[in-house]
């Protein structure tokens, strides 16, 4: 949309979306002297960001020193080029890896938000230049006081992060609840006694006073905008971008029913996701068979922010990619459940239609996904699959939707979630019900429960690198990846090659501005987070590689547009 325009709203910088990307963008600019207005389509603000964990991955971090960590800027170059190829350029790989700690001071110095470091493996461990840990930071808690009255307002965190009711963990509470560490019972018994003992928070609501994970970081960006005074204008869809004179002016948006124009007198930051939920961009971009219903992320990721800068001339790039992960669809729920670490558990494997494993079940989630859709062929197809797990599995660990407990309390399990669950007394009556060949199962299984007891997967390695075991169980020995399949009844869950988002969108530079197809910039419009083409290109190198760009692009975003970048 071009031509004179008659303005309804001025400000400095109009940033469309509301997650992490968005939210860092907006302080920063304001930081920078600018009047901001950030608009959300939907009536909750925080994005897929809120909904997730909310770590970010950031090598040569200001934490890694007190956590023990050494880093070097040119082995986390060395490291993510093996991963990217020549799928991005040096220089915007360089540029994430410059500018990335130093967001990370600057929004710890001078807002709300806080992180601490996690010992949490590169998704990659034995490539040069990865690191065992602390290159992933976690968002610190925080309370929900702070936020008033606009903590109605804040998208609830994914039910796949918050397993135990309305009740917090962080990343680090997680794993060793997870996994059993030694210490557990008294990390589950500090979480569960601080919720039942406040009093006051028990009375109001039946939601947990800490935030952590996504929505503390959520939490922490929406009070340092207020004390900003910056709004979040709600239910405020973006239909078109507006040009005048050669650069991208503002934006036509539509609020309570009424079309309004908003001139950005120094830039259009779009950070409002991917389109991850859009069936007609998966299908004319992503592999075949997808589905929207196959996804993790919130509902309100169509993709408008990505088809409003096509429609003035944006270059898009990596739109066949996603950030991949396996997952399990449970009937009335309006987003799939990623399987982060049930794989990686001891008990449990994953075959394909004809019976069979194809997969180190155990890597990150990321290449699970990828190598569902990669390994799917008319001869064995992988979509879906299935993953298998026994009776002792089910009463010592969680999956997807089942907390631990006993086979017996089965039937008290929600309907939809029983509907999705297969079960069995024998491995020849379940390979019957979820249609696999009964023979290639028994072997499959016979085979895996061999080299479980020996502690060694011949076929894919499982349990021998050090992400891997992140999620292991230390007191299985020798290998606390693996344990047999052996004790009745047996489950399946269909699973599904699903996705916490798309990583194909704008193409943008440096500075997170966007270009046209000849990597010229357009003027005025820039493009962070799942709205452009990552950064990691087609890879994922540790937990937290989509909001630790957002968040690091969003801040040069910002200072680019402010003319403060130098």
């Known amino acids: 949309m071009s031509g004179s325009t008659q303005w309804d709203h001025e400000t400095d910088i109009l940033v469309v979306g509301s997650g992490a990307g968005a939210l860092t963008s907006a302080v920063v600019a304001a930081d920078a002297g600018g009047q901001v207005i950030v608009i959300e389509k939907s009536d909750f603000f925080g994005g897929t960001s809120a909904t997730s964990g909310g770590g970010i991955w950031i090598p040569c971090n200001h934490h890694q020193a007190a956590a023990g960590m050494d880093d070097d800027p040119e082995d986390a170059f060395r490291y993510v080029k093996a991963l990217v190829g020549d799928a991005v350029s040096d220089d915007k790989i360089r540029s994430y890896l410059t500018n990335a700690p130093k967001m990370l001071a600057y929004m710890e110095e001078h807002s709300d938000v806080k992180y601490r470091s996690v010992g949490y493996s590169d998704y990659h461990p034995d490539l040069a230049g990865s690191r065992l840990g602390h290159r992933t930071l976690e968002p610190m808690p ?61 009375l109001k609501t039946s939601m947990d006073r800490r935030m952590t994970l996504g929505n503390a970081l959520l939490a922490r960006l929406k009070v340092s905008l207020d004390k900003r005074q910056v709004p979040i204008w709600l239910e405020t869809k973006l239909l078109d971008l507006i040009e005048e004179d050669g650069r991208v002016a503002g934006a036509l948006v539509e609020r309570d029913g009424k079309k309004l124009t908003i001139r950005a007198r120094r830039g259009v930051v779009l950070g409002a996701g991917g389109f991850e939920r859009s069936p007609t961009m998966r299908r004319a971009n992503l592999a075949n068979p997808t589905d929207p219903e196959w996804s993790g992320s919130q509902p309100h990721n169509t993709g408008d922010a990505i088809a409003a800068g096509m429609a003035i001339g944006a270059a898009t790039d990596l739109m066949d990619a996603a950030w991949w992960a396996p997952v ?15 794989r990686s558990l001891p008990g449990t494997i994953i075959v394909n239609q004809a019976g069979r494993r194809y997969m180190n079940e155990a890597a990150s989630y990321y290449i699970a996904g990828r190598d569902m859709q990669e390994a799917n062929s008319p001869e064995a197809p992988t979509v879906p699959s299935f993953i298998l797990f026994d009776a002792v599995f089910r009463s010592k660990y969680p999956m997807g939707p089942m907390l631990p407990g006993s086979p017996s309390g089965d039937g008290k399990l929600a309907p939809n979630v029983k509907a999705a669950l297969f079960k069995a007394d024998s491995w020849a009556e379940l390979a019957a019900q979820i249609g696999v060949p009964v023979a290639a199962l028994d072997a499959t299984i016979t085979r895996f429960n061999a080299q479980a007891l020996a502690g060694k997967d011949e076929d894919f390695q499982r349990g021998e690198n050090a992400y891997d075991r992140y999620y292991g169980d230390p007191r299985v020995t020798p290998n606390s990846n693996l344990g047999p399949l052996a004790k009745a009844p047996f ?36 493009a962070i987070g799942n709205t452009s083409a990552s950064v990691l290109g087609r890879s994922y190198p540790g937990a937290g590689g989509t909001i630790g760009p957002a968040m690091c692009f969003g801040y040069l975003a910002a200072r680019q547009a402010m003319g403060k970048n130098e």
């Open 142 to 202: 925080y309370d929900s006081g702070h936020l008033g009255d606009a903590v109605g307002q804040l998208r609830q965190p994914h039910l796949g992060v918050r397993p135990i009711g309305n009740i917090n963990w962080t990343m680090n509470e997680s794993r060793g609840l997870v996994t059993r560490r030694p210490g557990w019972l008294k990390i589950l018994a500090t979480i569960l006694l601080r919720y039942y003992l406040d009093i006051p928070q028990r």
């Open 328 to 342: 399990i669809k449970i009937e009335g729920e309006d987003r799939a459940r990623p399987l982060f670490y049930e």
């Open 491 to 526: 489950y399946a869950f269909k699973i599904y090659p699903g996705d916490i988002g798309t990583k194909g969108g704008l193409k943008t530079d440096v500075n997170g501005q966007v270009v046209d197809p000849a990597d010229r910039p357009i003027a005025g419009l820039y």
